[in-house]
């Protein structure tokens, strides 16, 4: 148990679908992340908060919407995906932004996309 | 900020410590090193952090010499449960502009 919880575990969806992924975490943390993580790929940072604020938007396709309405909760909203859409995704959160600051990550919601 | 290098797979046997050397050629003065660990199908998990010399925690041992343009991340006797992939991750300890990049990372392969 690292804190960091995420649900669904798992999600099945089609290309037209409208899902959310949900992460909670119970650190007190100040700043959270969406990571992807394709088979047999790095993990690639989607998007970082920090604050609530949002800091870092790697290029992430319009199809994925970030939402953080508070420091303890954030969601990836997901809409009209695609197949290659579909691999682990992970939440992690840590007390602030800087490398001192330690992970903590979430299992990971399993995505795939018909 | 700072690449890092790290070997894409390693094997070793149960018993046996293994280190493994993470190259961060660049790595600026205000820089610190930290490794992870992930498990198929979960998250990254913490290991350890350092700025130089030698830090020993209860898992491992991570050893960076003078010039900090490496690091090595030591396991001592390996069981089966130690196979995973480990991160070597680089950057500012009080950047607010830190973006964690986690590479490809080191796949470890215990045998029995």
């Known amino acids: 148990e690292t804190g960091v919880t995420q649900t669904p575990r798992h999600l099945v969806m089609g290309m037209t679908n409208k899902k959310s992924l949900k992460c909670e975490q119970h650190l007190g943390h100040n700043a959270m992340y969406w990571y992807k993580q394709s088979a047999k790929k790095p993990l690639e940072l989607m998007f970082v908060?920090?604050?609530?604020?949002?800091?870092e938007n790697n290029s992430v396709p319009s199809r994925f919407s970030p939402e953080c309405p508070n420091s303890s909760h954030l969601f990836l909203h997901l809409h009209t995906l695609q197949p290659e859409d579909s691999a682990l995704y992970l939440c992690a959160s840590s007390q602030g932004q800087g490398a001192l600051n330690i992970q903590y990550f979430g299992a990971g919601t399993r995505l795939s996309v018909l | 900020l700072a690449k890092t290098t790290q070997p894409i797979s390693m094997d070793s046997y149960e018993g046996q410590e293994v280190n493994i050397t993470c190259s961060h050629n660049?790595?600026?003065?205000?820089?610190?090193i930290t490794w992870y660990q992930q498990f198929p199908s979960q998250g990254p998990r913490f290991i350890i952090q350092g700025y130089k010399t030698k830090v020993t925690n209860e898992v491992a041992s991570l050893f960076i010499p003078a010039d900090r343009k490496s690091s090595t991340l030591s396991l001592p006797r390996v069981s089966l449960s130690d196979t995973a992939v480990y991160y070597c991750l680089v950057g500012d300890g009080s950047g607010g502009s830190y973006i964690p990049t986690f590479g490809r990372g080191t796949s470890l392969i215990v045998h029995p």
């Open positions: 908060y920090s604050l609530e604020e949002r800091v």
């Open positions: 660049n790595i600026a003065t205000n820089d610190y």
